[in-house]
């Protein structure tokens, strides 16, 4: 099987899955933001033979799928939304990359009730890396992970079996490093911003 073929089972293996206290993404809207993704965010994201794979923490919620936006749903992503703009902006000034040469997704591939800041326990972010981000990098086999968000990290972390080499940002899982980095949208320093894009792109130039 191709490695897209292996990653259209994933989506379907989503699509097919519930989890207690969430909704799934065909349950609003007639299924208008359904794809076969297992996020849809990898609509705009979905180079399988990338050396870079980004991982975001939940692609919606309950408040936030109430009506249709068309570029939503086109890109799989709100380009206007300051994580889209920050994450694009970073990609490009430390990688020299635009989001089209990576596979970007979503950890958490179910729908929360309430906002986009609603709270998401870590037990059901490690349920989902181990059932379909995990996967995802054994077919896609990037040189490096951005997991954005210290949950998002530690929950591939903590569901990880087999890590090695685990430093205090980053550690190894087969043939790719998985590294923390900040959430775009948070407010931190340029300088620890530029530490730990500067990292990856070291360890990208070394392998």
Partial sequence: MTKEERLLELAKL???????GYKCISDYLDKYYECDYVSPYSKSA????TDVFIVLQDWSSDDNLQGKCEETNNLGYTPTVRTNINLLEYLRQYLGLELKDTYATNLFPFVKMGGMSAYLPLRDMRKAAKEFTLPMIHIIQPKIVIALG???????????DDKKQVSKNSFSYQSSRIFHQPHPAARISNLKKEKGWAAMKNYLDQC
């Fill in 150 to 160: 210290r949950k998002t990290y530690d929950a591939l972390l903590k569901s990880c």
């Fill in 14 to 20: 989503r699509q097919n899955t519930r989890y207690d």
């Fill in 46 to 49: 979905h180079n399988t033979n």
